[in-house]
């Protein structure tokens, strides 16, 4: 109680204390301005007028200041700075004008302290509060697997229970699992990620092989067309990464040119074409490539959400509305609803 009356007794000697400076030195600016103004003197008497109210504005500005809760105090030179502005904006009474804005503020605060913004913390996924999830099994599948504090078998059974589901959707949870501290859950995630690989391989290896004694421009076409679709099952499929990935991407695309050169009327091969030129991030080579699909008879509602990615990465964002709106019901995926609903809203 004695240290917060010392502290409030404190507070009070001090706004006394430049309550009066401030008072102070206007009375000696008005003192000197008057003296000059009555002297008959050579110069013109306007350039020391304005320097004592330079002068005394900024005094008056660092007394104001010790005023001031400490939050409005930083930064140190923008406070000051405006501060002495404001006082020297009115010659002689800009102190004091100052001053009592600072009374009436303190005396009448705002009433809506609820419309403060503050800074809050990002949240947190709890990954362990999933199971209390009535839907969406898969992912309470995968958030299990993550959670390290869950026991080693449940996360074995629920590891082995997500290798039915598509690589597509867990081959990057497959991936991060290679590192995991249990040594059978990395066996079982290597295992898995293996064996989709080898699967897909294997077809592209005896598929590679037919296309050496392929005698008739039709054959090539089809065996060039198959061996296109299986590069781009390893990109669909998150199999490849790296300088793998830059390979199959450019053998992916080299079957496909192949193909298009024997019959360039194959609109599904376009398409592919297409979509690998948006995994290489050439929004351009995309768009002329599913155009031409389009052009060969390609269903438009397939190929908008891939129109869509491509305007979205050249930036052209109302454009991106525009065509998620036009799919209207036929956005029944349910991956595709949510995202053709956020740019129709």
């Known amino acids: 109680m004695r240290s917060e009356s010392t502290r409030r007794a404190s507070s009070v000697l001090r706004a006394s204390a430049a309550f009066a400076g401030i008072v102070l030195i206007a009375l000696v600016q008005f003192a000197l301005i008057w003296r000059i103004a009555n002297r008959h003197t050579a110069f013109d008497p306007l350039l020391?007028?304005?320097?004592?109210?330079?002068?005394?504005?900024?005094?008056?500005?660092?007394?104001?200041?010790?005023?001031?809760?400490?939050?409005?105090?930083?930064?140190?030179?923008?406070?000051?700075?405006?501060?002495?502005?404001?006082?020297?904006?009115?010659?002689?009474?800009?102190?004091?004008?100052?001053?009592?804005?600072?009374?009436?503020?303190?005396?009448?605060?705002?009433?809506?302290?609820?419309?403060?913004?503050?800074?809050?913390?990002?949240?947190?996924?709890?990954?362990?509060?999933?199971?209390?999830?009535?839907?969406?099994?898969?992912?309470?599948?995968?958030?299990?697997?993550?959670?390290?504090?869950?026991?080693?078998?449940?996360?074995?059974?629920?590891?082995?229970?997500?290798?039915?589901?598509?690589?597509?959707?867990?081959?990057?949870?497959?991936?991060?699992?290679?590192?995991?501290?249990?040594?059978?859950?990395?066996?079982?995630?290597?295992?898995?990620?293996?064996?989709?690989?080898?699967?897909?391989?294997?077809?592209?290896?005896?598929?590679?092989?037919s296309l050496e004694t392929a005698s008739t421009d039709a054959r090539r076409h089809a065996i060039n067309r198959q061996l296109a679709e299986l590069y781009f099952e390893l990109i669909y499929q998150n199999l490849v990464q790296g300088a793998v990935y830059r390979h199959t991407l450019e053998q992916a695309d080299r079957h496909a040119r192949a193909a298009l050169d024997i019959d360039d009327g194959d609109a599904a091969l376009w398409m592919i074409r297409g979509r690998l030129a948006l995994a290489n991030g050439a929004a351009d080579e995309a768009a002329t490539y599913m155009a031409r699909a389009q052009a060969l008879g390609f269903p438009r509602e397939r190929l908008v959400p891939w129109l869509a990615e491509v305007e979205f990465l050249r930036g052209d964002f109302p454009r991106v509305s525009e065509l998620l709106a036009s799919l209207g019901n036929a956005a029944t995926l349910p991956m595709l609803k949510p995202v053709a609903r956020y740019w129709s809203t």
Do not use: K
């Open 48 to 209: 020391p007028v304005v320097a004592i109210d330079v002068l005394g504005g900024a005094l008056q500005a660092l007394l104001v200041r010790a005023l001031l809760p400490v939050r409005y105090r930083e930064p140190r030179g923008w406070s000051v700075l405006l501060l002495w502005l404001g006082c020297a904006f009115v010659p002689l009474f800009g102190g004091l004008v100052v001053l009592a804005s600072c009374v009436w503020a303190a005396c009448y605060p705002r009433s809506h302290s609820g419309d403060e913004l503050d800074d809050v913390p990002a949240p947190e996924f709890v990954t362990h509060l999933m199971s209390r999830v009535s839907h969406g099994g898969g992912a309470r599948l995968q958030a299990r697997i993550v959670n390290t504090q869950v026991n080693a078998s449940d996360r074995l059974s629920a590891l082995v229970a997500i290798q039915t589901m598509p690589t597509r959707t867990t081959g990057t949870l497959l991936r991060e699992l290679l590192a995991d501290p249990v040594e059978d859950v990395r066996l079982i995630a290597y295992g898995t990620l293996d064996q989709a690989e080898n699967e897909v391989t294997q077809r592209i290896f005896q598929t590679a092989q």
